[in-house]
């Protein structure tokens, strides 16, 4: 373990309950490192300056600054061992004492949002929305309910929550005005933010502790019902030993909280940008979070959320503007956390890093020791009991699901491509290919609907507004993840003995109860590697020998974990239940699996033999999150209609329909 990690025996405590008379600040503010708020304070400086400042151009008197070698991409070349930038060498301790001086006087003890400094999140820009996830997530899986509406409002239940990386005790500071009853304590390794903490906050009546959030008990200490860590795991020295520490100081039960960059999946940490980002922003900890899934398992735990908040609260137009900022303008000698902060805004921006809530909860009984009389007389709705506890028990299930196979890191692996086409589904191989998803609709016409409204919109509404990225093809979408999984595969799959895994086409006949023509093999040429199956109510599907004939609301025939790749295509606007079908799709993926589905947003009405809802972007991902998967790619396909069809054709068909898809993989 690093030396900066080495401070067992110096703690220190802050439990302040009545003013204090100012103590005067030393000269030097030696270097206090929070982890969740030190990651954030290279944030509050790239906010707050102009873009040109965040990309290195502040050399004064119009002197130009040191260019750092570059390539063609403007990515770093030699700068990494050239001394253009100014590293650490993992001294963490150093790295934030820095910054922090930098920063300091920015700070007002008062206002929490002047030292909460996190990536802004939501229309108000908010760095205070993070501690409103976390506290959420606890009320939902620790009392099967929501928040309270406010500050003033009578708390649930007093917990033990710790905080872990409480940085300058932002999150400690919220927590105790919204949650007064809990017992909050902190935990950071630097004596700049200690300090702040003790001697600038206004009195409080939390714990903060100079000490590693790898120590989370002090001698004597009680278990925690709670455990928040908010852009802090990313700097664990070792994340599995991290985990397997707040696993062991939670009660059973209690819920860990982690809101982070997690390495997208398909992507390596061998990645020159990622490499720079972990030199330079001191990331010792770049995961994914099927990486982070498996950790928690082996320490008793079970991921029961997993959800992309960047993409949710719209991080990359909010925070970067949608830009790739190059990285050729900064000084010579600049703080090397200004390159870090450069380079995860490319990584982020390129979809290389997500910026995640992950939510774990540590098997056994949970039961809140200390209830309000408020909540000893009102209980929890039931039926919100009920949603949770399904959705617990279909992400907690995960652990003894068969995973995919999968080729080790040094292996050979599977080079297939799968088409972006679509066929009729009769004949071999999915038959002839179609040049459109049917003979009244064309799709891939979401960028031109995007850009043609910007050009000529005379209003703006951003509760209206959805980004461009947020546009795309389904199609493109759908064989680009499907080519990346079969790449995952051992190049020798399936070995001798070994039966194929299998591609699930929910409801992939078509209605011939509703007059529609039988399909047998729309999407066959999407299996890839695996055996095409199709899962369908409809009384025909008897006649196929690779059916599974049930409703997907409820089918007991189909086997548990029985299938790599789980896909529909516009089938679940039609199921009565569609929370239920999803549960049936957890339940039937594989560990690792893929699952892929398009459904209508906007759409004419269509009874084959129903049709009972619609979908946004948002609802696919809670769906998915809420069962186990992180979602990989979502967003909508705006289909119009062919221009003689226009001329000629009139019925009750829309004109412009809009398609939603998602991707997701079973944690």
């Known amino acids: 373990m690093p030396p900066m990690f080495r401070r067992r025996q110096q703690e220190r405590e802050s439990s302040f309950q009545f003013p204090r008379t100012s103590s005067p600040r030393r000269n030097h503010r030696g270097g206090c490192f929070t982890w969740s708020t030190s990651i954030s304070l290279a944030l509050l400086a790239l906010f707050w300056t102009t873009a040109g400042f965040l990309l290195g151009r502040h050399g004064g008197g119009g002197v130009a600054s040191p260019l750092v ?59 205070l929305e993070h501690y409103a996830l976390v506290r959420r997530s606890l ?40 949650e007064p009853s809990w017992e909050m304590v902190g935990h950071t390794i630097s004596e700049d933010q200690f300090q702040w903490i003790t001697q600038d906050l206004p009195a409080h009546r939390f714990t903060a502790r100079l000490q590693t959030y790898d120590e989370p008990l002090a001698p004597g200490d009680a278990l925690y019902d709670a455990i928040y860590s908010i852009e802090a795991v990313v700097h664990s020295p070792d994340l599995a030993a991290s985990i397997q520490a707040w696993s062991h100081a939670l009660r059973p039960g209690g819920v860990l909280v982690i809101i982070d ?69 900064f000084k010579k000698g600049a703080h090397s956390g200004w390159v870090g902060g450069a380079v995860r805004q490319r990584l982020t921006v390129q979809g290389k890093l997500n910026y995640r809530m992950v939510v774990l909860q540590k098997k056994g009984g949970h039961t809140p020791d200390r209830h309000l009389a408020a909540q000893q007389q009102q209980q929890p709705p039931p039926q919100r009991k009920q949603a949770i506890s399904a959705s617990t028990s279909t992400s907690t299930s995960t652990s003894t699901c068969e995973a995919v196979p999968t080729a080790p890191p040094d292996g050979k692996t599977m080079d297939w491509e799968i088409k972006a086409e679509l066929r009729t589904g009769r004949g071999a191989n999915g038959g002839r290919v179609m040049p459109c998803l049917s003979a009244w609709y064309c799709c891939d016409k979401g960028h031109e609907y995007w850009d043609t409204l910007e050009a000529t919109r005379t209003d703006s509404n951003s509760f209206l507004q959805l980004p461009r990225d947020l546009f795309g093809s389904y199609l493109t979408t ?70 599974v004939v049930c409703d997907v609301d409820d089918c007991p025939a189909a086997p548990s974990c029985g299938y790599d790749v789980t896909f529909s295509f516009t089938v679940l606007e039609h199921a009565a239940r569609p929370w239920l079908a999803f549960d049936t799709v957890a339940r039937l993926t594989k560990r690792g699996g893929l699952t892929l589905h398009l459904v209508p947003w906007s759409y004419q009405y269509h009874a084959t033999p129903d049709d009972s809802y619609r979908f946004s972007h948002r609802a696919l991902t809670t769906l998915l999150e809420d069962r186990g998967f992180e979602v990989l790619a979502m967003g909508y396909d705006i289909c119009t209609q062919p221009e003689k069809f226009l001329k000629t054709k009139k019925d009750e068909h829309y004109g412009t329909i809009w398609l939603t898809y998602v991707v997701g993989r079973k944690l």
């Open 261 to 329: 960059d997690f390495l997208a999946p398909h992507f390596s940490r061998d990645d020159p940008e990622v490499e720079l980002f972990q030199k330079t922003w001191l990331a010792t900890a770049v995961h994914s979070t099927r990486e982070l899934s498996d950790m928690a398992q082996q320490y008793d735990m079970s991921l029961v959320r997993d959800r992309d908040i960047g993409v949710e609260y719209r991080v990359v137009p909010r925070n970067y503007r949608n830009q790739v900022p190059s990285l050729d303008t």
């Open 69 to 127: 070698p570059v390539d063609t991409h403007g990515r770093p070349s030699d700068a990494l061992s050239s001394g253009e930038w100014a590293f650490f060498e993992g001294d963490i301790n150093g790295y934030y004492n820095k910054l922090e001086r930098d920063e300091h006087k920015r700070r007002r003890p008062a206002v929490i949002t002047s030292y909460a400094v996190h990536r802004w999140m939501g229309p108000q820009k908010s760095t």
């Open 478 to 547: 759908f064989a680009t993840h499907l080519t990346h999984f079969y790449r995952s595969y051992p190049a020798d799959y399936p070995r001798t003995g070994q039966p194929k895994g299998i591609f699930l086409d929910i409801g992939g006949t078509g209605s011939t109860a509703s007059g529609m023509t039988q399909v047998t093999s729309k999407f066959s040429h999407f299996a890839g590697p695996l055996d095409y199956w199709v899962l369908d109510s409809d009384p025909a599907a008897h006649k196929l020998s690779n059916a």
């Open 139 to 178: 009320y939902e899986l620790l009392f099967s309910d929501f928040p309270p509406a406010g500050p003033s409002a009578p708390s649930a239940a007093s917990l033990r929550v710790f905080d872990a990386g409480c940085g300058l005790g932002a999150g400690l500071m919220w927590f105790e005005q919204h």
